[in-house]
Nanobody, 121 residues
C-alpha cells in the first residue's frame, strides 16, 4: 500500500557531501514524522535526524552542524543533506515515515530499503 524509495547514496571522500532523498508513495492519507536512521556494521540502528509535518527537527549529536533534514510535503519527500562527511558516517541509511493510510484510523511505521553511504578517509 505504501512504499518509501530512497536514492542518493554512494561513495564519497572525507569532507565531501551527499544528498539523500526518500519519496513516499501509495494510498497515503497523511504523513506525520519522517526521518533518517543509519546502521553501521556490527552496530544498532540509530536515529540520524527527524522532521515533523510542521517542520520541527531533531538531530543526533554526532551530526549536528553537518547534516540538515528537510521535507517537501507536497511531494511526500524527505531529504538529508550531508556535508563534511566523516568515515564514521559510513552506514546503510534508512528512511522512516509515520503514515496514516487511506481508510485506516491509525498511523503505521514504514521503512525504506536502505541506501549505502561510504565515506573514505
Amino acid at each position: 500500500q505504501v512504499q518509501l524509495v530512497e536514492s542518493g547514496g554512494g561513495l564519497v571522500q572525507a569532507g565531501g557531501s551527499l544528498r539523500l532523498s526518500c519519496a513516499a508513495s501509495g494510498s497515503i492519507f497523511s504523513i506525520n514524522s519522517m526521518g533518517w536512521y543509519r546502521q553501521a556494521p556490527g552496530k544498532q540502528r540509530e536515529l540520524v535526524a527527524a522532521i515533523t509535518s510542521d517542520g520541527d527537527t531533531k538531530y543526533a549529536d554526532s551530526v549536528k552542524g553537518r547534516i540538515t533534514i528537510s521535507r517537501d510535503n507536497a511531494k511526500n519527500t524527505v531529504y538529508l543533506q550531508m556535508n563534511s562527511l566523516k568515515p564514521e558516517d559510513t552506514a546503510v541509511y534508512y528512511c522512516n515515515a509515520i503514515i496514516v493510510v487511506v481508510g485506516y484510523a491509525y498511523e503505521r511505521n514504514y521503512w525504506g530499503q536502505g541506501t549505502q553511504v561510504t565515506v573514505s578517509s
